[in-house]
């Protein structure tokens, strides 16, 4: 059997279907029409490849693109790649005509072997022969390939598909899905089956029976079995983003973005829904989806809060309480439901009230079941950085900064999640360069851009000055309310007090530089160990 090959350009690693790259341990992922132009160019190298050329490669994905949106690809893909128009190392400009691929490839290969590791992708297709002969080897190799590309082009390149020569290559492995292809031949007739199953379950999805006996037949039931592979994962992919209000008459890549929103910890639509989910769950009582809807309602009371106003300690314990009692209540009716386990284990990690544990196990089944599901990213990236494991929170953030769209709210989201783990990790060089970017956007309240400016703000280094206006005119009652504000949204979490501690130290510095000791609340030097005249 032919082994699937990846393209090695020096540190870059390029999977041969264009689905992702590695650079080093960061792995670059493609959307389609960017997979197009890598396609083209990696299979054309040192070839000139005119704009009007690329534009066709992409028309079949976009009919209303234009040259001028190829130059855009052509940029964005230099940024992914790392690469430099002036300096090129991969796609060379020849101006007035077109691009080129510069880069010399050397193949190396990706089989899955069982020194690589566990294998971390969405779908894995995996051969196994009983008494074949040659004749079968040759089919083998050819519908395994087809396989591989055929369910690859008909989804997301978050949902990476692999060839595994084994299945005892499978164990550890974070596989959501495998596809196992048997071959035998009886009486010189080949026969063939695919079984996919979920993982690590290993419930059948489907099965399907093929009809190899010419090449013409082989071609077209690898088309069959590729998009019945591709029909029930999108299928799953649809399931996982059923829930909290998403509609479900939108196309699944639009669906997979809203859910994505929906747990957003700066989601301002939760708070205008206040009177509508009050009333649905008094028409409907038992509702899951509507009871956890309405807990994101009350939690957005406390995330999108005026810092400086603050919420009364007696108003947090009473809306975590509810927010506790109403999660726990909904487990039992959500085992089936990915997007809504999310949302529990969200609201369970956020109440910290001894739940980390069950909040982890919730958002670990769900992400099993959904792969590179952005909605998950967030709520998996705070359950790691919760227990310290902060270079796995900054993958799984980094890796929802990959799949977000362009100056989403998504995309700020997670920058600012990277951030705060990254202070809390006490990593202040990595911090500076990923803190670049504004945290101003057209819903946040002034306050909370305020906020966020003083918390990145180091302890030896002065604030923006209209931070400094901000927090003068706030008085010394208004900073300790946002202190408190502060501590009780992103500081608690963290098991280690040095964690807390880390998240507190610059916005302890400047509000006792500011308004002296009496701005300190008293639970921030309990639950960090600073001291306020510190």
């Not at 055929?150 to 596809?179: E, F, T």
């Not at 997007?339 to 369970?348: F, G, I, Q, S």
């Not at 990790?425 to 309240?445: C, E, H, M, Q, V």
């Given at each position: ?254 669906r997979l973005r809203k859910a994505s929103t929906l747990l957003s ?98 958002a670990e089944r769900a992400f099993t079941r959904t792969a590179d ?9 705070q359950l790691r950085q919760a227990r310290g494991n902060f270079d ?143």
């Amino acid at each position: 059997m032919s082994k699937a090959q990846s393209l090695s350009f020096g540190e870059l690693i390029l999977d041969e279907t264009c689905l992702f790259a590695r650079r080093g341990s960061k792995t670059i992922q493609f959307t389609r029409n960017e997979r197009v132009l890598m396609l083209a160019f990696t299979r054309n190298p040192h070839q000139l490849m005119s704009r009007s050329r690329l534009l066709e490669e992409i028309a079949s994905l976009d009919s209303d693109a234009s040259e001028r949106n190829v130059d855009f690809l052509i940029n964005r893909l230099r940024t992914k790649l790392g690469d430099s128009a002036k300096s090129p190392r991969y796609i060379a400009t020849q101006y007035g005509e077109g691009y080129l691929w510069i880069a010399e490839p050397l193949a190396v290969p990706i089989m899955a072997s069982p020194q690589s590791g566990p294998i971390d992708a969405w779908l894995a297709i995996v051969p196994a022969f009983a008494g074949q002969g040659d004749r079968i080897d040759t089919r083998a190799s050819s519908l395994l390939d087809q396989l591989r590309d055929g369910v690859a082009a008909g989804m997301s390149p978050a949902q990476k598909i692999v060839i595994v020569d084994d299945l005892r290559h499978l164990a550890a492995s974070g596989l959501r899905y495998v596809l196992q292809v048997s071959f035998q031949s009886t009486d010189d007739r080949p026969d063939c089956t695919a079984t996919l199953r979920e993982m690590p379950s290993k419930h059948i999805v489907r099965a399907f029976r093929l009809d190899l006996t010419d090449s013409a037949s082989l071609a077209s039931e690898a088309t069959r079995v590729s998009r019945g592979t591709i029909k029930e994962l999108r299928n799953a992919l649809t399931h996982a983003s059923a829930g909290l209000g998403t509609p479900s008459d939108q196309p699944l890549d639009i669906r997979l973005r809203k859910a994505s929103t929906l747990l957003s910890s700066s989601n301002p639509a939760w708070l205008k829904k206040g009177q509508e989910l009050s009333a649905a769950r008094a028409e409907n009582p038992a509702d899951p989806d509507i009871a956890l809807q309405w807990c994101l309602h009350l939690f957005a009371r406390l995330v999108l809060a005026n810092p400086f106003t603050g919420v009364s300690s007696d108003e947090r314990a009473e809306i975590e309480g509810e927010i506790e009692t109403t999660a726990l209540d909904c487990l039992p009716a959500i085992e089936n439901n990915p997007l809504l386990m999310l949302a529990a284990a969200k609201l369970l990690y956020f109440v910290n009230r001894g739940h980390l544990e069950l909040a982890e196990d919730l958002a670990e089944r769900a992400f099993t079941r959904t792969a590179d599901f952005a909605a998950a990213l967030p709520v998996m990236g705070q359950l790691r950085q919760a227990r310290g494991n902060f270079d796995e929170a900054v993958i799984l953030f980094d890796r929802g900064i990959e799949m977000a769209d362009p100056e989403s709210d998504f995309l700020l989201h997670m920058r600012v999640l990277k951030c705060i783990a990254l202070l809390a990790k006490g990593d202040r060089p990595a911090l500076d360069a990923a803190n670049t970017f504004t945290y101003d956007i057209p819903y946040s309240p002034p306050a909370l851009v305020v906020m966020m400016g003083m918390t990145m703000t180091a302890a030896d280094q002065p604030l923006p000055e209209a931070v400094t206006a901000a927090l003068t005119a706030a008085g010394p009652a208004g900073v300790c309310n946002a202190l408190e504000y502060l501590y009780f949204t992103s500081a608690r979490h963290f098991i280690a007090q040095t964690a807390r501690a880390n998240v507190m130290r610059g916005l302890v510095a400047h509000a006792v530089r500011l308004h002296g000791a009496a701005a300190i609340p008293p639970i921030v030097p309990a639950g960090t160990g600073l001291a306020a005249a510190a």
